[in-house]
């Protein structure tokens, strides 16, 4: 985990968590052995997955974006649903379940634990390759840009469901300085504009 997050914004979190995990439980459970809706189950691991980013809680945030690339992946139909896939999505959310009660002392085990889960939902939905025109020297560097960007899209639709929450704006108003500073941004013209326009409604 990173740096310590204050206790009340921890608090918020295990009760935002809760209700976006159930939501993904009650996707899996509702579907019996069929195939959920994709849209709803992307949607929730993408709550789930900005929640965890602004309360700065990495490993819950890396989890849930494999939730969330399963969904997509599902959704746009390029995934098989099978019995294989469907185990791993209900021990991730168990998993989630078992993480968010331990989340107040987190250690090496849980980690480790989470590290499985993220292993495991990428071999189904793997993270999406940089550009083909990426070199290996700037590939890194995409994939970081990527990334953030999907971290501040996923705070800045957290914050449109809690639009004076001082600490979630203030995390992803750090998010989106620290990337306008990055010289290669200005490069991706529409990503410039983006980020000027997230730093103004931050």
Not at 36 to 43: I, V
Not at 72 to 79: G, N, Y
């Amino acid at each position: 985990m990173t740096a310590p997050t204050p206790v009340g914004f921890l608090d918020f979190f295990i009760l935002e968590a809760s209700d976006y995990i159930e939501q993904l439980d009650a996707q899996l459970l509702a579907g019996g052995t069929g195939e959920p809706d994709a849209e709803t189950l992307q949607r929730a691991a993408r709550a789930l997955r900005g929640s965890a980013t602004m309360a700065k809680l990495p490993a819950f945030a890396e989890m849930a974006a494999g939730i969330e690339r399963v969904g997509r992946s599902l959704r746009e139909r390029t995934l098989p649903w099978d019995a294989a896939l469907r185990g791993a999505l209900v021990a991730t959310v168990d998993d989630c379940k078992l993480l968010l009660r331990n989340v107040r002392a987190w250690g090496p085990a849980d980690d480790a634990r989470s590290r499985a889960r993220v292993t495991e939902l990428a071999r189904f939905a793997p993270l999406r390759p940089a550009t083909p025109l990426a070199s290996p020297a700037t590939a890194g560097h995409d994939s970081y840009l990527a990334t953030e960007s999907a971290n501040i899209g996923a705070g800045l639709e957290l914050l449109a469901t809690r639009p004076t929450d001082r600490d979630a704006a203030g995390n992803v108003l750090g998010r989106v300085r620290a990337l306008r500073g990055i010289a290669s941004v200005k490069d991706h013209a529409t990503l410039a504009d983006v980020l000027e326009a997230a730093e103004q409604a931050a």
